[in-house]
Structures are given as structure tokens and as C-alpha cells.
């Protein structure tokens, strides 16, 4: 918020909200590069506290990335179709390139990858554990585990969204590229899910009781 408030000022970004004109800015990178430059702000910036916040919130991804790489071989093993299956399978493929492409951003910022404890994704994972347990005999089963990847997926759409969006706002570019990457696959995930849990996992939970 505080560089929004470098480029305009409170009056302007009232009148902004009011026309519902701020997320067209944040959606319009030629203006917000307009905006940076007339501000003072061109070129890549890695001395602010959102540097420090990017930094850090990247540790937190990192970290989550390698704890989905535990759990999903447990959610492809719980699947019952095939199909999901080999779903959790091609995502833990994924997985491991994003947690390389995370390692790819560190570089790019001349830092060495590092993790902090990512308790979000610890919470959803204990919680599809405990509802892997409840729902083991249930048709309902995959209904289930396809719940609970995509908890874990929203979590990262929102992460990674918002780490693509600090890395434009500081002209970080080649995070920028590599953020959306995975953002984009992140997303593509969620929506093949979404698929299975409509044609596949929701009917047959619906219809054997
Ligand atoms: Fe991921």
C-alpha cells in the first residue's frame, strides 16, 4: 500500500476506488510502469520492507512446495480412479519444477533459496489427513481428497498471485516471468480438479449411498 501511496495520493486513489479504476491499474502493466517511472520508482528495487516481505513470503512457498511433495504421493495411493490418480501424479511432477522455478527466483534476485515453516499449508494438509482417515471406506473418498487439493491449490493461487504481483510492482522481471509460470499451472490444476470432482468424484458420491 505505501508504494500505491508513492505513486498517487490518497486523493487520487479515493477517486480511483470510487470509479473502481485501481485494480484496471494494477491489471495495466504499461501504466503501471508509467506510474513508477513519473514517480521516481524505474528499474528493479531489493532495499524496501516489500522486498523483505517478498523475500520472506517466497521462503514460505518454498517451504509449502516441499510439504506438497510428501502429501500428494499420499493422495494419488487414497485415490480410487485412475484418473485423480494420475492427477495427483502430474502435480507432484509440477510440484518439484515449481520448486525449482522458486529456486530459479531466488537466483534471479542473487539469493540462495530459503524456507520458513509454511503453516498454511501444514493446516490443510493435517486437516485432509484427518479427513483421508474419516472418509476411507466412503464412496465419498475422492469427492474428498479432490477438497482437499484444492484448498491447497486456492492457498497457492492466492500466494503465488500475490508474490507475481509485489515481484511487477518492484520490476522484478525474471521472478515476475517465473511466478506467473507457476501461477498459470497452479491455476490449470485447480480447474482439471474441478472437472474430476464434477463428471467423476461428486456423482458417485452422490448416487451409492
Ligand atoms: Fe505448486
Known amino acids: 500500500m505505501f508504494r500505491l501511496t508513492a505513486l498517487l495520493d490518497f486523493s487520487d486513489v479515493g477517486t480511483l476506488l470510487a470509479r473502481g479504476k485501481v485494480q484496471t491499474l494494477f491489471r495495466n502493466p504499461d501504466l503501471m510502469k508509467t506510474n513508477r517511472k513519473n514517480a521516481g520508482y524505474e528499474g528493479e528495487h531489493m532495499d524496501s520492507e516489500l522486498h523483505e516481505l517478498f523475500l520472506d513470503e517466497l521462503a514460505d512457498m518454498y517451504q509449502g512446495e516441499h510439504q506438497l511433495t510428501k502429501a500428494l ?3 494419488a495411493k487414497a485415490a480410487e480412479s485412475d484418473e485423480l490418480k494420475r492427477a495427483f501424479q502430474s502435480h507432484l511432477e509440477e510440484t518439484e519444477n515449481h520448486i525449482s522455478r522458486l529456486e530459479q ?5 542473487n539469493e540462495k533459496p530459503k524456507s520458513k515453516k509454511c503453516r498454511g499449508m501444514q493446516g490443510i494438509i493435517e486437516e485432509s ?5 474419516e472418509q476411507k471406506d466412503s464412496t465419498a473418498l ?37 511466478l506467473k509460470e507457476t501461477l498459470s499451472e497452479e491455476k490449470a490444476s485447480d480447474e482439471k480438479l474441478s472437472e474430476l470432482a464434477l463428471y467423476r468424484a461428486n456423482l458417485k458420491a452422490e448416487q451409492t449411498l
Do not use: C, N
Open 73 to 75: 504421493p499420499k493422495l
Open 142 to 178: 475422492d469427492a474428498t481428497l479432490i477438497s482437499s487439493a484444492q484448498k491447497a491449490e486456492h492457498y497457492e493461487i492466492a500466494s503465488y498471485g500475490t508474490l507475481a504481483a509485489w515481484a511487477e510492482q518492484m520490476g522484478h522481471e525474471d521472478a515476475l516471468r517465473l
Open 129 to 133: 489427513e484427518e479427513m483421508m482417515k
Open 105 to 109: 527466483v531466488f537466483a534471479s534476485l
